[in-house]
């Protein structure tokens, strides 16, 4: 069912997000649920783990998109690591599989239609990783406010400000405490909640850390994030948020696995430490 194998663990480079585990043709005869498995199999083998080291397993389907199951569906599945988390088992792995039609000599792959994505989370028996390798971590966010309070360029667009700004990432949460020009804490969950949540998938920030610039307002125009909460606040602090998203940037780039131009922001304070 499933094209030549992915290559193993010991062919790739260190695994870290952002990493292309594996692009292959994958094919099923029996609807959504077996072309989700067909790109499991696809991000497991190159982890050299197994159907049983799976911790959570979520399938979208694009608007529109549908599986038949009377005839072959044939996709391409693109596996890309987008964060590794220490836990009390071990190293897990973040992975999205997005499904496309497969590209042809008329349809590149960069216009084939995604059909959907498979988020897995896999238990590995990878090192233990450093915390910017976890985007949206609490350890994450310690490193985040430690550039953000060292930022001019910030501390200015928020000179005004008083309330919080949300992001979500990869499903984790971190809110951005501000008060008139300060960051008061970058956690979690603040006190009184977020004045608005940015949702932006594990896809879509690994994307926007590894970009040649800052695509924020063009990811926000295209609907690859949402927001919830006031739209006002969110109007008034995008200048503000594209800055946090430099910011993030530059800890990307500086853990090695972002692009190598957001470390040269200016104002960025180096996170001693931050090298993968």
Known sequence: MTAPASPSLGALPGIAPGTLLATIAVTTESGTLALADE??????????????????????????????TDAPTSVQAEAVVTALLGTREGTVAEVTV??????????????????????????????????LAAPGSREWARLLQERLVADQE???LIETYDGTIGLRIG?????????????????PRSIRG???VIDISGAEFISLMTAEANMFMESAMLRRLSSSGSGYEYLRMTTALIRVIDLCRSLAADAGWGHSGA?????????EGASA
């Open 39 to 68: 790109a499991t199999a696809v991000a497991l083998h190159p982890l050299a783990a197994g159907p049983g080291d799976v911790r959570a397993a979520r399938i979208a389907l694009s608007p529109g998109a549908s599986v038949s």
């Open 98 to 131: 997005t499904l496309t039609n497969a590209p042809s000599a008329d349809v590149p792959t960069a216009d084939a239609e995604v059909l959907g994505t498979v988020e897995l989370s896999i238990l590995t028996n990878l090192p233990a990783p450093h915390p």
């Open 154 to 156: 910030f501390t200015e």
């Open 171 to 187: 499903g984790r949460e971190v809110h951005i405490r501000c008060y008139r020009g300060r960051v008061l804490e970058v956690s």
């Open 194 to 196: 977020a004045d608005f």
């Open 263 to 271: 470390s040269d922001v200016p104002g960025a304070a180096v996170t």
